[in-house]
């Protein structure tokens, strides 16, 4: 079957952008499935280094074509400015990058919004800022202004009336200042100019690479826990980050993916708000973080950082179907000499094997730790738990920097 799928195990930030890279050589095409310019896929390939937030990762390989799917939301400023960013960087991209017109716009007003409710809530999600979640809220709430809208000015100019109608209500009612019809409008038909020849049916693409006998790489952003299903509830991004959003979110049947890559660091990290039960917050945090540089690849924010957490990572397994564990930044572990990780929770004198699915949980459990004598033993007690192997394990940032390693089961 065709479709390879690379998600993320933990909270994102697993280092999915250099893994995609890493695979991309033997693939044809990477789609991106969900999230917007909320991510951050760092490459560093040739002494080069390249930030993605919304083109597919893998594109630094120069005959591989990008595809982004109806899943994804698009920030037209942020869209241009990486397209001329990455052009420069490898030439023309037209003809190797395709955009599905189901994609939805992240409108300013949608970025206001999330700003907005951010400052004036009790307790912040900690987004980024990005306009995700308001822009999946109008999705589901089908005031979605869609990429194809863009290419259709009568169209767009009429049903944009709806959206803007709700949205200036929201954005007044949080003392924001809306912006014009007009001004959106064009802005919006403008932008339609500007991407028409990467604008393509993603459907009927992939269909043709398909059957061009073509391998294609699923490109999950964020990760498990971030998932609005699976995650960390509320503290969670509005999209699907697992597997199976790769079926919604690009139009691939489930059937065709029969290979699931679960990406984890060697400790954890997150991003934001929200509980994090094997957080370090003196020594051993801060030195993690230096080390492993955990600073946001968008926000720039510090991340918080603490040790492993092999219940997530084999939970993460059941969810996503992994076939295929790849460990990220084991040279991080390596410097900092400690092998730790949690193996189980205590829950009030129960012990829990997996997360719990009650958000409540998450504050009230105590990680249960193990100590390794060494890196490959850490990584023997995550097969352990999820019943899957570790294939791949990177121990640095450049392409090449990466271990692979027998699969025995
Ligand atoms: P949003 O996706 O901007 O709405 O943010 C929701 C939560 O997901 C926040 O905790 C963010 O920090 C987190 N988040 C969103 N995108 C990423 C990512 O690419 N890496 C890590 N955390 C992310």
Redesign the pocket.
Known sequence: MPYTAIVGLQ???EGKGKVIDFLAKDYDAVVRFQ?GA???HSVYADGKFFAFHLIPSGMLWEDVVGIMGPGMVIDPDAFLRELGELSEMVGPLEGRLFLDPRAHIVMPYHKLE?ALFEAAADRP??????G??PTNRDRYGRLGIRVGDTLRPAYLKEHMRRAYDFNRRVVEAYGGEMPSYEELYSWLVDFGERIRPYVRDTVEMLDELERKGARILLEG???TY?DINFGTYP?????HPISGGATVGGGIAPWKIDRVVGVFKAYTT?????PFPTEEHGEVGERLREIGGEY????G?PRRCGWLDIPMVAYATLINGITDLFATKMDVLDELGIYRAAVGYDLGGRRLRYPSPYSADWYEVKPIYEDYPSGDALLEAVERAAGVDVVFVSVGKDRDAVIERQKRR
């Open positions: 909270w994102g930030d999230g909320n991510a951050g999330d999600i900690g987004t980024t800022r990005r995700i979640g952003a964020q990760g971030l503290y969670v991004t509005s999209s997150r991003v934001g708000e929200g946001g690849a968008t926000t924010r």
